[in-house]
Structures are given as C-alpha cells and as structure tokens.
C-alpha cells in the first residue's frame, strides 16, 4: 500500500506540473486553427534543411513552455502544411529555447555560467540533428495518420503526388493515399473551434495520464539513489543521468532547480545531458509524441537523441575533467 501511495502522490506532481502549459498548448493550436485557417502563412515558413530548423527554433521564444506545451503546437504548425524541417526543429527545440527556461537555468546555476551557454546550444545541436535525419523519411512513414490526413488537405495537392511517391529509407511501400478534399480556407466558427479543442485536449489528456502513471510507477521501483551512486564515473554518470532523466519525467521548466540538488556529485557531462535530453525524451513527452510521429519513427527519435546527448557529455568530460 505504501508503494502505491507513492505512484499516486508522484502522478499527482507529474500530472499537476504537466496540465497547465498543455492547456497553453491547446490554446495557442485552437487560436491558430481559428485565424489561421488555411495555413498559407505557416506554409511559407522556410523549408531549407537548416534555416527551417533555426525558424522552428527561434518560435521557442513566444512560446513559454515545455514538452508539453509545444506538442499540440508543433502539431497545428504541421497540420498546416509548415514544412516539416521548421515543424520539427520548434518541437525539438522550444522545450528548451524559452526565456522561462534559461532564466531557470541562470536561476539555479548562477556559479556555473558555461551551463547557460552548453543548455541552449545542446539543445539546438540536437533539434538540428533530429530534424535533419527526420526529413529523409518519407512523410507516411513518419507522421501519425491522423496528422498525416489533415496535413494533406492543407498542402497543395502537387506537392501530396510528391510526398506519396517517395518511400523513405525507413520503412518500405507508402501507406495508401486518403482522398483528398478541398482545404478549408474560411474561418471555422467558434462551435467548429472549441468542439475542436476539447477534443484534442481529451486526445492528449488521456496520452498524458498514461505516461505521467508509467512515470510515476518506474520512479518508484528505480530509486534515483541507485542511479546517482555511480557519482563521478566520465561514462556510466552520463548514461544514468540519461536514464534519471527520462524516468523523472520532470518539466524543461524546473528541471534545473531539481538537478541542483545532486549536481555537486555527478560529472559536467552527466549534468548537461540530463538537462538536453530530457525536454526531448521522457517517459511523459512519449505518449504526447504518439500524437505526431509513427512508432518507428518515435523509436528512432529516441535512439539518435541518447546517442547524440552521450556524445555530447562525453566531450564535455574529456575537456572538463
């Protein structure tokens, strides 16, 4: 009973922590879809390989939040036809770019100035890298059919021929094309928008639910503890910070303040890839990702993210240590 106490009261904290900028998420993909119903703003965002990730990065700024926030976001800009390399880099890359979350890392780590350059470069780092390997995947293979649908009413209909003709190099023939239909281009009304949002807030929520109780439940039989005991190890400290990390399931908005606690006895490395790694791959931000990405494609967004972010600390070790 007790250990049931504790899933309960740390579901409670990762659910509680999580809904607000969710919430913020939803409202700024409802207003989009109510203003911007067509999409031709969002679709002239650049799609060059790595001037689209930087624009996707640089929107992290006007949007305060973390994982959870830019999930419904980053999907509303993909619903709309934005192309997939600015689409991507905002989702890999606002939980960390956003003034709330520098300032918490200056806030907690006023005496280690080089975290407050090494968390936002990592962070880029890594959303260019993603987002680079993402778009030789052919678009079937790589975003959820729901989201695939409504993307496909958005973009013109020659560039839908292009997408369906290309495989990837991922997974093998293309998933047969849905019919298409004309895209709206007037303003749903207020009934169509807010019927709407409740249903992407039901979607989520309950993808959010599931992965803050898996959360909740390994933290609890992992003691986090076990993992910090390899202390000052150049290599397994960063792979358990990793592992803390995605099982923490903690916000990009507070995880700062939480790392303080323990930094004093973990590797530089293991200290920034616990904070670049974990606004990208959690346990929590999974189940969201479910909601835009195919499951080969997620398994592969998390495999190139640990590998990438072991690298990372790995590098800041052999310099720092």
């Not at 890298?129 to 958005?154: C, I, K, T, V, W």
């Amino acid at each position: 009973m007790d250990q049931l106490g504790t899933i309960w009261s740390l579901f409670q904290a990762l659910f509680l922590e999580a809904t607000p900028f969710l919430v913020l998420g939803i409202a700024i993909s409802t207003l989009a879809r109510r203003y911007l119903p067509g999409g031709e703003v969002l679709q002239r965002l650049p799609s060059h390989p790595l001037l689209g990730p930087l624009t996707g990065a640089a929107l992290g700024f006007a949007l305060p939040a973390c994982e959870c926030g830019n999930v419904p976001v980053a999907r509303r800009l993909l619903a709309a036809g934005a192309p997939m390399p600015t689409g991507l880099g905002f989702l890999f890359a606002a939980p960390v770019l956003n003034p709330i979350v520098i300032a918490g890392t200056w806030a907690a780590f006023p005496d280690r100035p080089w975290l407050l350059l090494a968390r936002p470069l990592g962070a880029l780092l890594l959303a260019l890298a993603l987002a680079g390997l993402l778009r030789f995947m052919a678009e079937p293979d790589l975003l959820a059919a729901s989201l695939l649908a409504e993307r496909r009413l958005h973009l013109p209909r020659q560039q839908v021929s292009l997408l369906e003709a290309g495989g990837g190099w991922l997974g093998g023939a293309p998933a047969p094309p849905p019919p298409l239909a004309p895209a709206g281009r007037e303003r749903p009304s207020w009934r169509d928008t807010l019927r709407h949002a409740l249903d992407e807030l039901l979607e989520l929520g309950v993808l959010l639910v599931m992965g803050c109780l898996i959360a909740a439940a390994l933290q609890s039989l992992l003691p986090r503890q076990w993992l910090l005991a390899v202390g000052q190890a150049p290599t397994l400290s960063i792979l358990a910070l990793m592992l803390l990390t995605v099982i923490i399931s903690v916000c990009s908005s507070v995880d700062a303040f939480l790392a303080l606690g323990f930094a004093a006895q973990i590797t530089p490395g293991a200290l920034l890839a616990f904070l670049v790694l974990g606004p990208i791959v959690d346990i929590k931000a999974l189940g969201l990702y479910s909601a835009i990405f195919r499951g080969p494609a997620l398994g592969l967004v998390v495999l190139c993210s640990c590998v990438i972010v072991l690298l990372m600390g790995q590098w800041l070790n052999l310099i720092a240590l």
